[in-house]
């Protein structure tokens, strides 16, 4: 088994080059990675977007979100969460055998002390506390197999950049499952930093005490290849948040001009249908801005572009162009 040395911490980075020993890389070699994160939000596959995250707290605090190519639920990372990654040919006991590719994780972790153990269907818990979530992708005869492992996370970010305002959004799209956390750094016999965790997990992973025996050095090819990927997808809006399922969303709030309320449908990134409610007072006709908005890209600088020049005081009296973004994307 070889391993890629990867330093970035940059997702979009990360992401593409997990995609990249998935699918392009020409060669025979089983693989495990270790990779972080800095602050963001790691979108599952069949997830729509808007409907996992917090978008005002991660607009304020600079989060990124970015999709996977694997399904389950939406995850937080900052750099006290540690990722690992198998790329391996897809035998018949590999497909979907999340034990498997657990197991050896769950053993370096027993050996350092921590009482982890496999639960559920893809998780790894210490006392009924979920400290790693696990998904997997498949191509051709490879597959992906990664998961996380909350070292020293901030675990008050995680609640506060998933927790979700209470509108509603009625998709077709896999929703998270938020279960309770813990990190494990409190449970290690020996206190370790995350780099020297990180060394420990990939000699017990590798089975060897001499890493660099088992590292394929990425040539200039490779990384030309990495980074186009991830020019075109994952530093891509349509793919992080157009790639979304279908949605019908209702948004509303209370200004000083009145209560407004907007309830659509959204389709490949786009609005859909667009229908405007509430007690504010105007004199234009709304199904005329309800039509404008029609074809819109649900993303906040577009539809600020679709209403900056609408005489939008005709049709909400004292409610601002700021007031509406605020409704639609806080």
């Not at 497909?95 to 639960?119: M, Q, W």
Request: glycine residues 6%.
């Amino acid at each position: 088994m070889k391993t890629i040395i990867n330093d970035s911490k940059n997702p979009r980075f990360n992401l593409a080059l997990e995609e990249y020993v998935l699918k392009y890389l020409d060669t025979d070699e089983d693989f495990v990675l270790l990779w972080q994160n800095e602050n963001s939000v790691i979108i599952g596959r069949n997830q729509n977007t808007i409907e996992e995250i917090n978008a005002s707290y991660v607009k304020a605090h600079d989060v990124s979100v970015v999709r996977r190519i694997t399904g389950g639920g939406a995850v937080y990372h900052d750099l006290g969460n540690l990722n690992f990654s198998f790329v391996t040919h897809s035998l018949k006991d590999n497909l979907n055998n999340y034990k498997k590719f657990t197991d050896p994780v769950i053993k370096a972790l027993n050996e350092l002390g921590v009482p982890a153990e496999f639960a559920g269907r893809n998780d790894i818990v210490v006392e009924g506390q979920k400290i790693s979530g696990n998904a997997q992708s498949f191509y051709k005869q490879k597959m992906l197999h990664h998961g996380t492992i909350l070292f020293d996370a901030d675990l008050k970010k995680i609640a506060d950049v998933l927790n979700v305002k209470p509108d509603k959004i009625a998709s077709k799209g896999i929703k998270s499952n938020r279960a309770r956390v813990t990190n494990i750094k409190p449970y290690l016999k020996e206190e370790i930093t995350m780099t020297e965790f990180k060394t420990l997990l990939l000699k017990y992973l590798l089975k060897t005490e001499k890493i660099e025996d088992h590292v394929y050095a990425l040539s200039h090819d490779d990384l030309d290849k990495i980074q186009a990927l991830m020019a075109t997808r994952y530093n891509t809006w349509e793919w992080n948040y157009g790639e979304s399922p279908d949605a019908s969303i209702e948004k509303s709030a209370r200004f000083a001009g009145g209560k407004i309320e907007f309830k659509f449908d959204v389709q490949l990134g786009k609005i859909s249908t667009m229908k405007i409610y509430g007690d504010f007072l105007g004199t234009k006709d709304l199904a005329e801005l309800e039509a404008h908005l029609l074809g819109t890209t649900f993303e906040e600088s577009a539809v600020i572009d679709a209403l900056k020049d609408q005489p939008l005081d005709d049709y909400f009296l004292n409610i601002t162009l700021d007031d509406v973004i605020a409704c639609l994307f806080d």
